[in-house]
């Protein structure tokens, strides 16, 4: 029999292609899940019995959590990348994660296909389908919810059939949980005009007493929360804790998609949005104007090709190497005050602070020039302006 790995989540999609691939096409399944920080050990467990209820040759779980940082969040970080200026990429830069994991794994047992759950009418399937392409390429992909457009009806039935009960009975949101945010999917954002009611958040407001936290960025990464050296997976894991009782990070995204239609999605995100706000406030302190300029630019490229599924691209290597050039000095301590709904950047503390009042302070007292080099600065620096009104003035006299 031949190998397939079947990326597996234990929903109904995932465990229809379960029953589908060994049944209708006597294939040797091994399931795989990728945890990007999204799952308990609990539901890791539940989902790995689920696995082999149904018959699968193998089951694995691989924990991507720290390659997740590293390879992907670090870099949104490096870049205070928000998609149209709203979203963290939540779910998209974990795709890419996981497709990637799964990938990999499929090479490593020497799989002759893969699989994924994916329908014809979202994103996922292009990213799963673009990386699965590039790093493993004449393995075989198959996508049966995609391939038979099956309607969940359809999906239960086929099920029941070959003796596996589900329940029927669809969430009324569906929530994708990981280390980078949260999203919320339900009938209100399939619509232009209604807002998710509170009872759709996966995490209700409980917190109302405000209170300050620090941040501790070194070269950019953040490295302690309230002054505890943890690492940037537990300062991110341990602020969400903190801040998304508060009610803080819920919005909703209207984005393009892949295949070209416009998507809207909630999502609540309190530990990804306020540390690209920390990371860029330090930022505006710690670098030169162009600095800050041409990482605007790259960064919005570089988190439009993410969202894409174009990970793999060589070119996101060489943004990357700017990236972390540019944060060689985006060291200091980012202090924030949480309130509910909202958070204030307080301000930061840098051995690198470029307002240092060894040179002046904005408005008030300058310490690097005088008074005669502003004059003869601000006629050069208008020369061309003049030279263009008096061209273009009805004289050049």
Not at 225 to 230: A, K, L, M, S, V
Not at 244 to 266: F, L
Not at 318 to 334: N, P, Y
């Amino acid at each position: 029999m031949k190998k397939v790995v079947l990326a597996f989540s234990g929903g109904l999609d995932t465990s229809f292609c379960c029953i589908y691939l060994t049944k209708d096409l006597g294939l040797e399944v091994h399931s795989v899940v990728v945890n990007t920080g999204g799952f308990s050990d609990d539901e890791l467990k539940a989902i790995e019995e689920r696995a082999y209820d149904l018959g699968v040759k193998s089951h694995t779980a691989i924990n991507e959590t720290e390659n997740y940082y590293r390879d992907t969040i670090k870099y949104l970080i490096f870049g205070n990348v928000l998609k149209n200026a709203t979203y963290p990429l939540s779910v998209s830069a974990e795709r890419v994660c996981q497709a990637t994991a799964i990938a990999n794994y499929a090479r490593k047992i020497g799989a002759a296909c893969v699989a994924h759950g994916s329908t014809g009418a979202g994103n996922d399937q292009v990213r799963f389908d673009m990386i699965f392409n590039t790093l493993i390429p004449g393995v075989e992909i198959i996508t049966p919810i995609r391939d038979l457009k099956l309607s969940r009806e359809e999906e239960i039935a086929y099920l029941a059939k070959h003796g596996v009960e589900i329940n029927a009975e669809k969430a009324k949101y569906s929530i994708n949980k990981g280390l980078w945010g949260t999203s919320v999917g339900g009938a209100e954002t399939l619509t232009s005009n209604k807002y998710l009611p509170e009872t759709a958040w996966p995490t209700p407001v409980t917190s109302s007493e405000p209170q300050t936290v620090t941040i501790d960025f070194v070269k950019g990464e953040p490295v302690a929360f309230n002054g505890e050296q943890i690492g940037a997976v537990k300062v991110i894991q341990q602020l969400q804790d903190l801040a998304q009782p508060y009610g803080i990070g819920r919005d909703i995204h209207v984005g393009d998609t892949i295949i070209g239609i416009k998507g809207r999605v909630g999502f609540e995100a309190a530990g990804p949005l306020i540390l690209v706000k920390a990371h860029h406030t330090l930022e505006k302190h710690t670098l030169t104007k162009w600095q800050l300029s041409w990482k605007d630019q790259i960064s919005a490229f570089y988190g439009n090709y993410m969202h894409e599924g174009q990970m793999h691209d060589p070119v996101m290597r060489d943004i990357e190497a700017f990236l972390r050039s540019a944060q060689e000095t985006v060291t200091g301590r980012v202090i924030i005050e949480l309130h509910p709904y909202r958070f204030i950047v307080v301000g930061i503390e840098s051995e690198h602070d470029l307002m240092s009042t060894k040179f002046g302070s904005y408005g008030e007292m300058n310490e690097g020039y005088t008074g005669d080099d502003v004059k003869g600065f601000a006629k050069i620096f208008g020369n061309q302006a003049l030279i263009w009104h008096k061209v273009n003035s009805g004289g050049t006299e």
